[in-house]
Each structure stands twice: as C-alpha cells, then as structure tokens.
C-alpha cells in the first residue's frame, strides 16, 4: 500500500512541476494542483483504509484495560475476604467477643468508601391548576 501512496505523491509532484514550469502556469496554480490532486486525496484513501487497524488496536487496548481492571479488583477481594473471615461472628468454640473486636468490625468501611445509601430525589411539584 505504501508504494502506491509513495508513487502517487511522485505522479502528482510532477504535475505540480510540469505546471509550475509551464509558460501558462503559475506556482500557485502547482501549489493547488500538488495539494488537491495529491496531498487531500491520498490523506482521505490512508486515512479509511487504516480504520480496520485503528478499530483493531482500540479493541485491543480495551481488552488490556478490561483484564488490568479484573486482576486489579481480584487483588482487592483477596484481602477483603481475610477481613471478612476475621469480622465474622465468633463461633461457640472462639468464646465471647470483647468490645475492641466490635468495634473494630462495626468500623469497617463498605469497601468502596461510597456512602450506604442513595440520596432521596426531590419530589417534583406540579403547578396547580392541572
């Protein structure tokens, strides 16, 4: 692909000089040709025939966040599930619990230090007469 783009910007660089150079032409008549002959429309082709490979690596990079995330939270769950075994209830065969263990175990964020619960919506008043 590349070699067609390389020859293409050759064919129309001549044009651009065969124009310049010509007795009819002018350099701003070859700067115009050189652009919208060459430079626009082979920007435009390169730019749709590299979709595929863009949507491909955005893919890709999404999959990679995707997994970077899931290790991440399985990383966070292990030690979770360690406090969540060591704020259990006590068995019979543990004895009594003392205050300090309550405490401690009723201390304890939610695990996303997001509040417990949701805000109310405000009530939305229709004006009267309807």
Known sequence: MWIVAIAWMYVTLMMALAEA???QGTVLGAV???LMYGVGPLALVLYLLGAPARRKAIRQAEQ?????????????????QAATA???PPSPE???VDATQQASASAQAD???LPTAAPVAPVREE???R
């Not at 990679?64 to 979770?80: G, K, N």
């Open 94 to 96: 543990q004895g009594p």
């Open 21 to 23: 150079t010509s007795p």
């Open 86 to 88: 060591q704020n259990a």
């Open 127 to 129: 004006p009267p007469g």
């Open 64 to 80: 990679a966040e995707l997994l970077r995330l899931r290790e991440q939270a399985a990383r966070t769950e292990q030690p979770e």
């Open 111 to 113: 695990g996303g230090g």
């Open 32 to 34: 115009f040709t050189f």
